[in-house]
């Protein structure tokens, strides 16, 4: 195993799932061995990677009803552990002392099998989120150039915060992904200023590449397929395949 990454932002709509889809995607085509975690009750990852919904999911595995090896689907676009709607039960399901570690245990029996583990987060700080971040090595998060996004990221980083304090001191924050960019808007000077201060207060970066909004991405989801294959020429394919380069070359163990 080289790293856990979560991929959080509790502000739905910003490009978890898609950038946790892509970014699999991309690190697959490199040779990596990836698993992807959907923890999002809604399972919009699972349905794009078109994993058999019957059969124990995310939920079985964290209320430990199910072995991980049982969890896994081997789908055309990579190995997933679907995630299932009694998700939305978690938060008061899993109410034991140690709950914040059921992901981080379940996850030590394929640590030999993988090179990175790719966890997709629901649109909420509670206790799926603080399980993946408690299982990550690291952090990405996207989001949208927009003045509510960035409001939001405070709030992810008090949870950041308390995870490291109780839960994983070793968690660090790749950077801040910005999505969804639409080419006419022009980032205003503000803007970046702000963003760029966000990523300070967090102590990361603000990754140089920007996905642009571009509607191969709703059309490769509408299919089920990857958007790496279905639309490589397509400018958020290229974003991707451009931000992929960035996040693997820019690594650091920090
Ligand atoms: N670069 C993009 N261009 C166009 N649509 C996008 C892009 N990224 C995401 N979307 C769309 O925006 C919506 C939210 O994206 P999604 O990845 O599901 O966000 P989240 O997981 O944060 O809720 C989806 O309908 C998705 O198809
Ligand atoms: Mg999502």
Redesign the pocket.
């Known amino acids: 195993m080289k790293e856990i990454i979560t991929i959080a ?1 509790q ?9 946790a889809h892509a970014l699999g995607s991309c690190l697959r085509a490199r040779g990596e061995r990836v698993l992807f975690v959907d923890l ?1 009750p809604q399972g ?1 990852l699972t349905y794009t990677m078109e994993a058999d919904p019957s059969g124990p999911t995310a939920y079985e595995l964290l209320t430990r009803q199910a072995e991980l090896a049982d969890c896994i689907r081997q789908t055309e676009q990579g190995d997933l552990i679907p995630a299932s709607a009694q998700l939305a039960a978690a938060d008061m399901e899993l109410n034991s002392t140690g709950k914040e570690y059921r992901l981080k245990e379940a996850l030590a029996a394929v640590a030999e099998d993988y090179d990175i583990i790719l966890i ?1 987060t629901p ?1 909420a700080l509670g206790i799926l989120t603080i399980n993946a971040l408690t299982a990550s090595d690291s952090l990405l998060i ?1 989001a949208q150039a927009d003045i509510y996004s960035l409001q939001g990221i405070g709030q992810l980083y008090s949870t950041v915060q308390a995870v490291r304090t109780y839960c994983n001191p070793n968690l660090s924050i790749r950077g801040i992904l910005l ?2 960019h639409s080419a006419r808007a022009v980032l205003t000077r503000d803007l970046t200023e702000m963003i760029g201060e966000t990523a300070a207060q967090l102590g990361t970066q603000v990754y140089s590449t920007v ?8 059309e490769a ?1 509408a299919r089920r397929a990857d958007l790496l294959r279905y639309a490589p020429k397509s400018n ?1 394919a290229k ?1 991707y395949a451009a931000f992929a380069e960035e996040f693997t070359g820019g690594q650091d163990d920090e």
Not at 212 to 218: C, F, G, P, Y
């Open positions: 932002n502000k739905g709509g910003v490009g978890k799932s898609t950038t999002d919009n997709d649109p996207p999505t969804r996905i642009r909004e571009n509607i191969a991405v709703k989801q958020a974003d």
